[in-house]
């Protein structure tokens, strides 16, 4: 079974501080991992695919098989990063999707 | 065209109505899916379509019926719904191989059922 784990459901950083968002995963196959925000009263918006190795408005997320992990990373914190940030999977079956819990990113100025 | 559009944006209805969501994209995405988001809750899948058939349905009750006319349009019709139905309805498409370009998500139907 597919599961992903969000152990934070509130993370609050000072503007300016790290920020590194925690996801776990457990999968018996070569899973596919994203990251989404939903900024407030917007869509769900993908942010990272692990495949593409990308940073996007200034996060990494590394996929770590050795740890089951995916955490998003980020070295200094801006307010307009305050969103709720899915961590998500999918495996062999192309077409299913799992959402992690979500963690509340509250930057504060 | 990059996006998902659904509409209504917002719906409310009594437990005796029939209604319908729509979603339409125009990405040539050949994936449909429907998702229910509640409050402070991540989405759950609901339906999945593959090339305009049916391919996943995640034990969803019967007075929710999906739909998909064409590969651009997905419908979902309500019918007898329970005020827990409440709920974000949530669109998204992918490529055929989803899980490597992720989805792309409408910005939803929000439904109230009284």
């Known amino acids: 079974a597919q599961r992903v784990t969000q152990p934070e459901k509130l993370l609050s950083v000072f503007k300016g501080a790290p920020v590194e968002l925690k996801c776990n995963y457990s999968?018996?196959?070569?899973?596919?991992l994203f990251w989404y925000v939903q900024y407030s009263r917007q869509r769900l918006q993908l942010l990272l695919r692990?495949?593409s190795r990308e940073s996007i408005k200034g996060f990494t997320a590394d996929l770590n098989k050795g740890e089951t992990s995916f955490h998003l990373k980020k070295p200094f914190a801006q307010e307009e990063d305050s969103a709720m940030y899915y961590c998500a999977l999918s495996g062999n079956n192309f077409n299913k999707f799992y959402f992690g819990s979500g963690t509340k990113l509250n930057v504060k100025p | 065209d990059t996006e998902v559009t659904q509409t209504p944006k917002h719906l409310v209805m009594g437990m005796t109505n029939k209604k319908s969501l729509k979603c339409e994209q125009h990405m040539g995405h050949r994936a449909m899916y429907w998702y229910k988001q509640k409050a402070k809750k991540p989405p759950e899948l609901m339906f999945v379509?593959?090339?305009?058939?049916?391919?996943i349905n995640e034990s969803v009750p019967s007075r929710f019926s999906p739909e998909c006319p064409n590969s651009s349009l997905l419908n979902l019709h309500l019918h007898a719904l329970q005020p827990e139905d409440s709920a974000l309805y949530l669109c998204?498409?992918?490529?055929?191989?989803?899980?490597?370009?992720?989805?792309?998500f409408g910005s939803g139907t929000r439904l109230t059922v009284v």
């Open positions: 999968y018996s196959g070569s899973p596919e």
């Open positions: 379509y593959s090339y305009e058939k049916l391919s």
């Open positions: 692990h495949i």
């Open positions: 998204a498409s992918s490529q055929e191989d989803g899980s490597i370009y992720g989805y792309t």
